[in-house]
């Protein structure tokens, strides 16, 4: 299986690879990558950072959605720490599917996971999204709500369809959920 460690840096070296698949549309592009199969977000907007992943094996199984976040040139810091609580927009309004991410620390990646029992959840409301994704960490030490990546949900629903395609399942319905 992928390392989630590599993951970013696969996606973007195996565009040119022969043996995955690619697909992409708007801001979004899909990959296959052996047996799994990703949808993950091109470019985050203006003044932030990161990457949004979806993951998915054969028939939809072991479905993850994580946040990536790309260190700025010269940032050598956490971006924040393990006492942070994830805070999701959707819209301009707060979801309460960020209660159900939890930040991770591996050296120098960060990142935040979606409790896998909630990605399908986290599949509709970026379906029907209709201008961005906002990933903000609510940081204890500050009290202070810090945006790190913003995303636009445009070609959202194409690259999920090729995703879905390619790994044989249907997004509306995930194994186990």
Known sequence: MLSKLALPSVLVSCATCVAAGQFSSG???????????????????????????????KGGYNATFQYEYTP???????????????????????????????????TGNYSA???????????MTVSTTQSNIAVAFDQSATGEIVLFGNF??????????????????EPTALPGS
């Open 113 to 123: 996971e979606l409790t896998t029992g909630f990605v399908s959840e986290m599949l």
């Open 72 to 106: 700025w040139h010269g940032e050598t810091e956490a971006p924040w720490s393990e006492s942070d609580a994830v805070v999701l927009e959707v819209d301009g309004a707060e979801i309460w599917l960020g209660e159900e991410m939890f930040p991770r620390f591996w």
């Open 27 to 57: 801001n979004w592009s899909a990959a296959k990558i052996g047996n799994t199969c990703y949808v993950y977000t091109q470019r985050a907007q203006s003044h932030t950072s990161g990457t949004l992943i979806f993951g998915f094996t």
């Open 152 to 169: 636009s949900p445009i070609g959202f629903r194409e690259s999920l369809a090729r995703a879905a395609q390619w790994c044989e399942f």
